[in-house]
């Protein structure tokens, strides 16, 4: 069970969830599946259990094996799961009874998990529709096709795309109570982000670092919201190896957060110099980062679309980029024709929540909504792109990326010479990357940053280094 937030009525605002989709699906039953344990290299040596967001959101309970039916009359939700037996409690000590699990979910109906079988049978023969999301874990799969009599492979194309929408729209907006979860996350993660940075000296192993931070999580009883990237090698997006060693002269980039006790996650980038201070040309790189994030975070209010949001980012970071003489010609231009993502090739930011891409299993629909993804390089990247609505929690996180293999590429194919002074470019090849994160509030009036403040400037990152 839950322990954070005792002030919020969470039974209360588990059963408005559960009846605001349900009344906006409109008929027919909901089926809500729980995760089991999965496996590692054999049945009892499990992976750390991490429940699924949705059920998650409906629900609160971080158990295992469970199951939710709402049916269409208002209020009516049916947990289904099995005590636990006395081996159980011999193994693994007592655990919470379904009845307290229940309670604490605001449902009123408990049965034993076998039960499911009879009710979605009994709906299936008086014809009414069951909803359920598109599973991602074969166990789902498989449990999905047992429970509703289809084969396997047809499971995932019969998902509801109605009840997708109505889980992404009312998942998109943060409640208060979502809010305090992701900046009490972000607490944890801003000692981490400080701790790297005080420690990191020329001929450590990126691997110390991350036993560090993912400590820092571990001692305040918390998980990561993904593998933390922690690395010399920034221009590695998604670098999850900590072989490197640190050197001299050298940045290292680190991208990591804890997850809150409710299971929201917080999503920090920092990037910083091995030795304590900025070389002048990594500071001038450095800012250019940092009036690019400050430019998109700006930009952030009700209305605007994160596509905009990405667009402009991307003219700030081009105009920088030209002063620094990477860059050539009109950076508007440059940027319509996706010259600058040689340098950024990734989106701008994406939604924060349960999941650190928050809902990125419903697909494009939580962050497109209807419109297609853009086909140019850089912007087929783009995690999020629509209208931004306040409650909406996303990150900032541009980037500077010098990643040989794509700049051999472009420059040997002769892509957007008229913008790219490749020569100036090819010398930094060996730079790496620098990527600045943090996770903002949609707000009525514009856009809050969340959680206590992480060292940013250029000055403010050398004295967290200091030594
Ligand atoms: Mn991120």
Not at 5 to 13: C, E, F, L, Q, V
Not at 64 to 72: K, M
Not at 261 to 266: F, H, K, N, Q, T
Not at 310 to 329: N, T
Request: some cysteine.
């Amino acid at each position: 069970m839950h322990t954070a937030s005792p002030n919020a009525d969470w039974a209360g605002i588990f059963r408005g969830r559960r009846d605001r989709i349900r009344t906006r699906t409109g008929g027919g039953l909901i089926l809500w599946m729980g995760h089991a344990p999965q496996p590692r290299n054999y049945a009892a040596n499990t992976y750390p259990f991490r429940q699924n967001s949705h059920f998650l959101y409906v629900t609160g309970l971080a158990e295992p094996d469970l199951l939710l039916l709402s049916l269409p009359e208002a209020g009516r939700d049916i947990l289904f799961g099995d005590a636990a037996s006395l081996d159980d409690i011999v193994w693994t000590g007592p655990r919470p009874s379904l009845e307290e699990l229940a309670a604490a979910a605001g449902i009123d109906d408990v049965r034993p998990a076998d039960g499911i079988r009879a009710v979605l049978d009994e709906a299936r023969r008086q014809g009414q529709p069951v909803h359920y999301l598109p599973p991602y874990r074969h166990s789902s799969v498989y449990a999905l096709s047992r429970l509703l009599g289809i084969p396997m492979e047809e499971v995932g194309g019969r998902a509801s795309s109605l009840l997708m929408e109505q889980v992404a729209i009312e998942r998109s907006v943060k409640g208060p109570e979502e809010v305090a979860e992701i900046e009490e996350a972000l607490g944890v993660t801003g000692r981490m982000h400080r701790a790297a940075m005080a420690a990191a000296r020329p001929g450590m192993k990126e691997s110390e670092l991350a036993g560090l931070i993912q400590g820092i999580a571990l001692a305040a009883d918390r998980a990561q919201a993904y593998d933390p990237i922690v690395t010399v090698h920034g221009e590695v997006l998604h670098n999850h190896s900590y072989q490197n060693v640190l050197a001299a002269g050298g940045l290292v980039l680190n991208d990591s957060g804890a997850e809150s006790p409710m299971g929201y996650a917080s999503d920090i980038t920092r990037t910083f110099p091995v030795s304590g201070r900025f070389s002048p040309m990594q500071a001038d790189l450095y800012r250019a980062v940092l009036r690019t994030q400050l430019g998109a975070i700006a930009m952030i209010r009700p209305g605007v679309s994160y596509r905009e949001v990405h667009l402009g980012a991307c003219l700030v970071l081009a105009e920088a980029l030209r002063a620094l003489g990477l860059m050539k010609g009109d950076p508007a231009a440059a940027v319509e024709a996706g010259a600058h993502a040689l340098f950024l090739p990734h989106g701008i930011g994406h939604m924060l929540g349960l999941d650190v891409h928050d809902m990125e299993d419903l697909g494009d629909i939580v962050g497109h909504g209807k419109e297609k993804r853009p086909g140019q390089f850089g912007l087929n990247y783009l995690r999020l792109s629509r209208p931004l609505e306040a409650g909406f929690v996303l990150t900032v996180e541009p980037g500077v990326y010098f990643i040989p293999a794509l700049i051999e590429r472009w420059r040997a194919e002769g892509l957007h010479q008229e913008f790219l002074d490749y020569d100036r470019i090819a010398a930094l090849a060996g730079f790496g990357g620098i990527r600045i994160e943090d996770d903002v509030l949609v707000t009525p009036e514009g856009a809050r940053v969340l959680g206590p403040p992480v060292p940013k400037t250029v000055a403010e990152v050398e004295e967290a280094c200091a030594r």
